[in-house]
């Protein structure tokens, strides 16, 4: 699986408006809604999901990465939006410190190995600081879909 066949060159925002959790999550899911990859009347249902899994604990994983995730019944497949945030997000990351970095995944209800993929490969991607650093400064969504791209590859050559 790679990330950038789940994530539409549409749903990277280049620097969200938002400034709180959900709000950014709201923005996020939005975007998806307007790629056409979940509905647009879902996007409330869809945020209440993802706010539901924030009070078992934060997706915020440190180091300025979150990784809020959910299953919801109008989600089919997997799909996961990227966004960027210049000036940080307080999202009671484990490590206290703002978000600047959000990967959103949504899956179905019955993809639960696929939704696993799918974290542990964004786990992987983000523990590399190189990685995190050359998407806090890409200059556009363009550059961070390249970035995504590429680091599915050296993921992939990596593992080969």
């Given at each position: 699986m790679k990330l950038a066949t789940i994530v539409p060159c549409d749903a990277i925002i280049d620097n969200l408006k938002a400034a709180d959790k959900e709000s950014v999550l709201v923005e996020m899911a939005e975007a998806l809604a307007a790629t056409?990859?979940?509905?647009?009347?879902?996007?409330?249902q869809i945020v209440k999901a993802l706010m539901s899994r924030e009070e078992l604990g934060s997706t915020g994983i440190g180091r300025?990465?979150?990784?809020?995730?959910?299953?919801?019944?109008?989600?089919?497949g997997l799909v996961a939006a990227f966004g960027r945030s210049k000036k940080g997000i307080e999202f009671a990351a484990l490590?206290?410190?703002?978000?600047?970095?959000?990967?959103?995944?949504?899956?179905?209800?019955?993809?639960?190995?696929?939704?696993?993929?799918?974290?542990?490969?964004?786990?992987?991607?983000?523990?590399?600081?190189?990685?995190?650093?050359?998407?806090?400064?890409?200059?556009?969504?363009?550059?961070?879909?390249?970035?995504?791209?590429?680091?599915?590859?050296?993921?992939?050559?990596?593992?080969?």
């Open positions: 056409g990859r979940i509905p647009k009347g879902s996007v409330r300025g990465v979150a990784v809020p995730h959910a299953k919801h019944e109008s989600v089919t490590d206290g410190q703002p978000v600047h970095l959000v990967f959103l995944l949504l899956s179905s209800k019955d993809s639960s190995g696929q939704h696993l993929e799918a974290l542990a490969r964004i786990a992987r991607l983000v523990r590399d600081e190189r990685f995190c650093r050359f998407l806090r400064e890409a200059k556009d969504a363009k550059e961070l879909a390249d970035l995504v791209q590429e680091a599915d590859a050296q993921l992939d050559a990596a593992s080969a």
